[in-house]
Structures are given as C-alpha cells and as structure tokens.
C-alpha cells in the first residue's frame, strides 16, 4: 500500500487542523493505521491509531483529548483531527499502515507515507 499524508500547515497556538492520508490500493480497510510524529533532533512517536473498522482507536497521553483520529473505508483515507494545539505539536507527522491495529512502536507498521509539516507558533 501507498500512502500520501497532507494537511499540515502554518497554525497558531490553539488553533486546528485536519491531516489526511490517501492509501492507494483495494485493501485499505484490512490495514489497521497509525499517526505518528517526529519533531526535530527527536525519535518518531506515537500519536494515534485506529483499527481497520475504525470502530477501535487510541491516542498517545499528549495528545488525548485534543487529537481525534477516523478513517473513511470508502475514500481510502484517514484522518487526524487536531484542536487546541500547541507549540510542542511542531513535528514532521507520518501515518503508517499495519497488519494488525493498536502498536504504538515503529515497529508495528509496514508501510510509511512521506510525511506533511505541522508548524504551531506561539
């Protein structure tokens, strides 16, 4: 599978934005997804994930509450919806594919998309 992220931006702090990440393929829905950022001089990290149904999700402490991940089976797409940010949301964020659904490691996700830039000033 292929994935594009987009929707990152230029926003002040607590404002929002809404990430996207375009699979290519017919077996999206059978991938469990992840969000995950990487900010500069720091490891990549959990942000979120969502099951192939979209009816399970989990989010990392930061950013509970805040972010809100979704999935639309039928657009191959998935979502993160980002509210209340904060300057310490600044990262490069990927989304990620995996063969099963809730890894919060690296690790537990096969396919990577290119990466979209969240810039949050204070």
């Known amino acids: 599978v292929q994935l594009q992220a987009s929707g990152g931006g230029l926003v002040q702090t607590g404002g929002s934005l809404r990430l996207s990440c375009a699979a290519s393929?017919?077996?999206?829905?059978?991938?469990?997804m992840g969000w995950f950022r990487q900010a500069p001089g720091k490891v990549r990290e959990f942000v979120a994930a969502?099951?192939?149904?979209?009816?399970?999700?989990k989010y990392a402490e930061p950013v509970k509450g805040r972010f809100s991940v979704s999935r639309d089976n039928a657009k191959n797409t998935m979502y993160l919806q980002m509210n209340s940010l904060k300057f310490e949301d600044t990262a490069v964020y990927y989304c990620?594919?995996?063969?099963?659904?809730?890894?919060?490691?690296?690790?537990?996700?096969?396919?990577w998309g290119q990466g979209t830039q969240v810039t949050v000033s204070s």
């Open positions: 969502i099951s192939q149904s979209g009816s399970g999700t």
């Open positions: 990620a594919s995996s063969a099963g659904w809730g890894s919060s490691r690296v690790e537990g996700y096969d396919y």
């Open positions: 393929g017919r077996t999206f829905s059978s991938y469990g």
